[in-house]
């Protein structure tokens, strides 16, 4: 699973690790087997922006953004869970942001309530912008395929999507997703 920025406290070596892999403002490869010798103890409160797309993560220590980035890669795995797990038992909380399909709808509803986490620019208005935008800036128009879903946070969004028709990844989001993830 790939992270960037995160910031346990702690004196063990794989915090130290993380710590110093977010001053660089490089990201980190997590396994279970990380995770099982991890102190994954961060400061209250602390908010943690959760992706669906890797490219997002990359962005972020790109730009050297200061906001810790997990990232799920598609569907949250067995160790995504794990991580997130233990994070919201120290505290933290959480903003997801995902692809506006039916599988990331059905996704960013999982996460949503399993960890109470916000909607990161996930609304229905959100998507309308964006759609109108990827059309203005001719970016191709993926077909938004298969069943509505609901979504828990915005009962207005599966009929936008389902009135425009248009699935759109997270890459078309890629640079308000950067900026606040800056600060």
Known sequence: MLTYGLRPVGGGWRERALRERADHHAE???????????????????????????????????????????????SATTVVLTLLDALAATGCRFAYHGDFDWPGIALANRIIRRYRALPWRMGAEDYERLATRSKAEGIPQLPLDGQPVSAVWDPDLAPAMTALGVGLHEEVTLDLLVDDLAG
């Open 28 to 74: 980190a490869h997590l396994t279970q087997r990380d995770l099982h010798g991890l102190r994954l103890r961060l400061p209250a409160k602390t908010v943690i922006y959760i992706c669906e797309n890797p490219r997002v993560v990359e962005a972020a220590a790109d730009t050297a953004c200061v906001r810790p980035v997990v990232c799920t890669s598609g």
